[in-house]
């Protein structure tokens, strides 16, 4: 009964994958420590929201976990980062690999100026080395996904640069998903973009969740309550390194935090 | 209340720009003015006060007159202000049109100079069979010989160039200051000691002899820290992002390199390219000791003395008669028009190269 249950469960739903997994990740830049033994569980096909005041670490977290960080010159890294089990900072894994299956979206859209929307969709795929059997079916499905394929269906062949901020983001979402990562790692991508583009982003995270683990690092309360199921607060006293003060449930953590200090934080007292 | 609208009396059409900075008559009268009286003040200067001769003397305290009256006369009408921002907008103006001038006249005199000489049989005939005293004959040993040479130097020092560029700004490896400073030294090589090495080395030691080649090695040498330093600038103006979202996309360095920042630096890259061509077309003392010159046309840029239009230009001005005289005239125009086709083709290519996209 129970071994039948289990297969029926696995037709339904398959072993769910790009589950993240942080464990006492510490950071330097230099001689400066700038995050704590930060541990957290990003769980897989879900929304995880890092928030927090700036210079508390967020970023800095964010990028150790597709290996961005250390390409920042002096920057070190002490800890373990396992992407399904396994650590993504083993000496056999190769970096390149880590990061197309983890992707990254950038505050600042950027996308590739030298090439169209088209171009710029399977940009990540002629750089990570990979072939296309079906070029175009992998440009549809990536804009459509991000929710830029009916706005730019009948320009594909024009420059990327010249669409709207909020296009250019969705298209570097799109660029990011055609790669198909198992996790997607969104560094405040609404930041620089007005309400309306920051709405359809939201849906698009809410869209792409189902198939793609998320976190995503915002300083807006609301947009971190909308998009996320988990999330977690960071926290740098001053000259300190930063850590996590609380993680959980986005519903727990907005309504019945158990530190005062993110309570503080997530009713807008200070940050 | 005080209501903008109704405090004025003219009528706008609000469907049309508005002329926000306009000239005002007062305004020309005034420079024209300034400048005139400037102009006669300094007449009677010359002719009925002092014993001074000389056109450049004249300009020149006539330009310093005019300076004065017109920050005085602006003084007068608009105040010290506005005085002085005329007085440097007239400064500004003036520098620009000193700038120009050399370049026009050089222009303007090679053409008047050269344009009797420009033939068809210049452009295909050498002047092997042609005695100093004859008219006839042509440059297209030269104008080949200065085409090979120039395009191999492109050849060898482009790719090394940007290469090297690439390594001190993206691959920022241990080396990057020695190699700068190794860059920047050898810019200040003077164009004769490139010529001199290359001849006590290539030719001398090695013993090949006079060739195109043995030119294009020593143009290498000149065009080699301009265009590894100006693409240096040009790679560096590539936003950091578009490396981060490579990377973040699984590319290797190279592929990054490759794929996104010299394509995105292509039209600024063709810069780096025209400014080395243009430090390498017109030299002329390292190829007196490389290329030789020859007044038969050698296609083969491998074997044997060539000769090129600055050599070509330099050899026959030096001559007492006239048909050689006006044959070297008649080079410097042609060199001049090489100059200017292969600049116009390479902003052409650059800028087909990164608009098409923006």
Redesign the interface.
Known sequence: MTSLNTDINELVDPAPAGGLTAKDVSCWFGERKVLERVSLEMRPRTVTALIGPSGCGKSTFLRTL?R?HE?I?GAQLGGQVLLDGEDIYNPEVRA??????I??V?Q?P?P?????IRENVL??L????LKADDPDSIVEKALTRAGLWKEVSDRLDS????LSGGQQQRL?IA??LA?EPEVLLMDEPCSALDPTSTLRIEDTIAEISDRVTVVIVTHNMQQAQRVSQQCAFFLAAENKPGHIVEAGPTSTIFTRPSDPRTEDYVNGRFG | MTSFTSETNVSYDNDRPRALRSWKVEDLTLLLGTAFSALALNWIFYTALTTATGATGFVVTWTLLFYTFYYLANRIELGPQAASDRLWTAFTWSAALLLLAPLITILLYVIVKGLPGLTKDFFTQDLSATGTLDTGGGASAAIVGTLEQVAIAVFISVPLGVLTAVYLNEVRGKFRRPVRMFVDAMSGIPSIVAGLFIYAVWIVAFGHGFSGFAASLSLSILMLPTICRTSEEVLRLVPGGLREGSLALGATRWKTVRQVVLPTAASGLVTAVVLGVARAVGETAPLIMTAFGSTALNRNPFSGAQDSLPLFVYRLITNPFPAQQQRAWTGALVLVIVVLILFTAARWLGARASGQKR
Request: glycine share 14%.
């Open positions: 597709n961005m390409l010159p390149t690999e880590t990061r197309r299956r992707g990254m950038f600042k950027n590739f100026p030298a090439m169209s940009s990540g002629k750089l990570s080395g420059a990327g640069g010249a570097c660029r990011s790669v």
